[in-house]
């Protein structure tokens, strides 16, 4: 059996920068066993199989997978899934319309095409699940598992705590870009203090020009980092908004990754609050078409 693939590169405006995602198309044959072991051989931090949905009123059913495992939602590779698949349709009777919705098994997940000038760019999509709020993680633990200190973790906004939207995360807001830079994961102990989590988001607020600089380490699903990780940065801008003493708020965060890696990333995220509660999160960004080809199972 051959399948077409693409590879596609998210959060970016140029090839071999963002985060790179391969799409499986027409994958309904296939079997988990092997969807995982073509995401291994893949090795990206994730990889996309699209499925006839089971509601014909929604684009799609996809299924995620890292090299290691599956996963219940991620961001980079539901909108680099919704830009192949709106190039690979256009210009047919299959093309597709401005909003999208896929199945996946946090949810579903609404997104919607981004265009310039009649072509799409790339995509943006809301949280398929209201912002969870978990409890908070040891500050020596957090330091040592990311190679740092317990001095440079800042925690007069919020201590390290876990958090999530569909998958859940550590956030850890750092002092110092050289806290930032500085930060090695050791999976020995994220497999001891952390193995209930994707991995832990580290976070400087207000560098270089954007709101954020953040670095996302998850080593027990064989990502040792990550260059763009829009589930983590949709839940970031939730948990951001929700420490906000404002009742009503919508708050805009650019968000760049990636960096430390060679593949910057650019990540444009917003939060909404009302009476106090966080009712909506997005996360969007510019996609780019790298490779094509064909897959034999």
Do not use: W
């Amino acid at each position: 059996m051959q399948l077409a693939f693409v590879t596609v590169d998210v959060f970016t405006d140029r090839r071999f920068g963002g985060n790179p995602l391969a799409v499986v198309f027409d994958a309904e044959r296939l079997t988990t066993a092997q969807m995982q072991s073509i995401a291994a051989e893949f090795n990206l931090s994730e990889t996309t199989f699209v499925l006839p949905p089971r509601n014909a009123s929604h684009t799609a059913a996809v299924r995620i997978f890292t090299p290691k495992s599956e996963m219940p939602f991620a961001g980079h590779p539901n909108l680099g899934t919704a830009f192949a698949l709106a190039r690979r349709d256009s210009g047919n009777e299959r093309a597709l319309g401005a909003s999208l919705v896929f199945e996946e098994i946090a949810g579903l997940v609404p997104l919607e095409l981004l265009r310039e000038g009649g072509s799409v760019v790339g995509a943006r999509l809301a949280a398929p699940q209201p912002l969870s709020r978990g409890a908070e993680a040891p500050l020596d633990a957090v330091a040592a598992a990311c190679g740092i200190t317990a001095a440079d973790i800042e925690i007069g906004n919020h201590r390290p705590c876990s958090a999530g939207c569909g998958v859940n995360f550590v956030f850890v807001e750092v002092k110092t870009r050289e806290a930032l830079a500085a930060a090695r994961p050791h999976a020995d102990l994220f497999a001891r203090h952390f193995a209930n989590v994707v991995g832990i988001h580290m976070y400087l607020r207000n560098h270089a020009g954007v709101d954020i600089r953040a670095r996302m380490f998850a080593p027990l699903d064989g990502v040792s980092e990550d260059p763009a990780t829009g589930s983590a940065n949709l839940a970031l801008a939730g948990l951001l908004a929700s420490l906000r003493s404002e009742p009503d708020l919508v708050l805009p965060l650019r968000i760049a990754q990636g960096v430390e890696m060679g593949r910057p990333s650019l990540l444009e995220a917003a939060a909404e609050k009302s009476r106090g509660r966080v009712t909506r999160m997005q996360i969007g960004g510019r996609c780019v078409p790298v490779t094509a080809g064909t897959i034999e199972v």
